[in-house]
């Protein structure tokens, strides 16, 4: 369930191993590759266009023989030895790639703004923002990523640096290799929280340092920092639950989050099938 780095190295290289694979996506192929411009795949490496990246990842598994399937998975069963998905099909195996994504319950008044000032993609959105200030919080990698993406069109951005979460994982240091000129000019305000999101659309944000309380007029909000996996409101923990599903990428606590550790959790997760599979 997935196709972002990890889902897509997991098909492939299970379809390449002859078995059959189905992977389901409620988007697009890509996971949030398709959030970001450039990516750097590993510490000290290039930067490289994201969505080439998801482009050749998709070809691979394409080309090794996995189907795709752009349906969201909402619902699993244990059947037996296998797992029912969505109600319909049984399947043997059930690989769980579903990634993670900005928990917005952490930011007050956030999710009912989505789409009205509050974005969590600054590619994808920026520019909206052309000329207005924006505010972005979080910390780490994605909020300063967010932050210089939103410097090309915004007319000022401000970064609300938050405490740093244990979802946030390990950083490799992306943004920090980017040209210089990309980092400089945004303020960031080291702060205990965000209190609150005011106006419809979004006219200000509020938030919080010790016991002062301070407000800051924004038209845009780009929440980047704690983050769920999405699998937990579909799949609950319990008896009957995962004995032979396999967690890989963003989706598995303790990850560092990046490409490269999803794309090898997708290629210990194959072999981990392939040794299974009935010969
Ligand atoms: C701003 C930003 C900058 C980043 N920069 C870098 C970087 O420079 N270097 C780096 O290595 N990493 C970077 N990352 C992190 C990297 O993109 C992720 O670690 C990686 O994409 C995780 O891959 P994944 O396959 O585990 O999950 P995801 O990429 O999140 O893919 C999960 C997929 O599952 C799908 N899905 C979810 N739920 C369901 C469902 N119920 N049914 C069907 N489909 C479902 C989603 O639509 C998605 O396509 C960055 C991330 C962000 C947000």
Known sequence: VGAGPAGL???????????????FECTAPGGQLNQVGEVQAYAGGPFEPAAELAGRLTEYALNAGAEFRYEE???????????RLNGGEVFAELVIASGSEVDLGKYPGAESRVGRGVSVCATCD??????RPVIVAGCGRDARYEADELRKYASDVVLLRTPKAATLGLEPGAQAASPEA?????????????VACSGDPLESVTYRVGTEVHTLPAAGFFP????????????????????RSIIIGDARPG?????????????????????RAPS
Do not use: K, N, Y
């Not at 920026?126 to 000329?131: E, I, S, Y």
């Open 9 to 23: 190295a997991c098909s492939a290289a299970v379809a390449a191993a002859g078995l059959h694979v189905v992977l």
């Open 73 to 83: 998975v909402t619902g699993i069963d244990r059947v037996g030895p296998g797992w």
């Open 126 to 131: 920026g520019p909206l923002f052309r000329g």
């Open 182 to 194: 990309r980092l400089a000019p945004f303020r960031a305000i080291d702060v205990d929280e965000i």
């Open 224 to 243: 980047a920092g704690d983050r769920v996996s999405p699998h937990e409101r579909w799949l609950r923990p319990g008896p009957a639950s995962p004995a």
């Open 255 to 275: 990850g560092s989050r990046t490409v490269l550790e999803a794309m090898g959790d997708g290629v210990r997760a194959a072999q981990e099938i392939r040794v």
